[in-house]
């Protein structure tokens, strides 16, 4: 019993560490759904850290993610996994680490479904490495944003139906994604292209990405109409959602991001009332 509290604990510690955006309405979550969506958000986050590592060679990663996959496909071993990453263990953070941990905190009924979409994830960031992230054409930038962002309003989509019967649309779920990380493009642009990374087609504008991310942002007020209002889910839902439509109208603004107090407000605003 210690040892589930204590996992817990570390989940949450990791979580809050990794991501402030999704942390606070993760933790408005009943007790079950904190867990799955606590557990895949790590599963997630651990080979994105692996995607994203600034020193591990393109073969390492592809390697790493792909192997990965296949162990989430099949019975996960956890010492395997360890055994794995071992030459890289003081390179890699530990929400990598512990993958193995986070799968074991994952409920059981939602488990299979947790690793199944991780694994595509893998698979299409592995590719994606070997791509050297290249994007050519907007289907390109579909396929990119599909891998890293739409997979996870998947994953969610399958938990909510788990655990509340709630069906959503497939297609606004993968925009709902999308959009976020359209977001995220248009934010980080200036930073990517001082690492020599660039994520607009040729050809495109800012204003192109600015309409790339509008449309798929529709997607996601579909798929958040689409979710009762008055429950936990609802509310994970509009948080991230209220903050990249505050971000995308700061960004049009000129502004780098949203304040501080820009960002509270926005939350104050979507939260339920209890």
Not at 14 to 37: D, G, W
């Amino acid at each position: 019993m210690n040892e589930t509290k204590q996992l817990k604990k570390d989940a949450n510690r990791v979580l809050k560490a990794t991501s402030r955006t999704f942390y606070i309405p993760i933790s408005r979550l009943s007790q079950e759904l904190q867990e799955a969506v606590g557990a895949a958000y790590l599963c997630m986050r651990a080979i994105d850290e692996i995607e994203d590592h600034e020193e591990l060679p393109t073969e390492v990663k592809t390697t790493l993610l792909r192997e990965t996959a296949l162990m989430m496909r099949g019975t996960f071993d956890a010492h395997a996994y360890q055994a794995m990453i071992a030459d890289y263990a003081d390179q890699l953070p530990e929400v990598t680490l512990r993958l193995a941990e986070w799968i074991a905190y994952c409920p059981a009924g939602i488990r299979a479904k947790v690793l199944d979409s991780t694994a595509e994830m893998a698979e299409g960031m592995a590719t994606w490495a070997e791509r050297d992230w290249t994007v050519k054409t907007e289907a390109d930038l579909d396929e990119y944003t599909y891998y890293v962002a739409g997979l996870v309003g998947v994953m969610l989509s399958d938990i909510w139906y788990w655990k509340a019967g709630i069906v959503t649309d497939k297609q606004q779920a993968i925009g709902f994604g999308r959009g976020l990380q359209a977001v995220n493009i248009l934010r980080n642009q200036q930073e990517d292209a001082e690492r020599g990374v660039g994520y607009f087609p040729p050809g495109w504008t800012t204003e192109t990405m600015f309409e790339y991310a509008r449309e798929n942002l529709a997607e996601a007020d579909a798929y958040l109409a689409s979710i009762p209002k008055q429950t936990t889910i609802y509310e994970f839902c509009k948080i991230p959602l209220a903050l990249a439509h505050g971000t995308l109208d700061a960004l049009a603004k000129g502004k780098e991001k949203l304040s501080r107090p820009e960002v509270l407000k926005i939350v104050g605003s979507a939260v339920l009332k209890r």
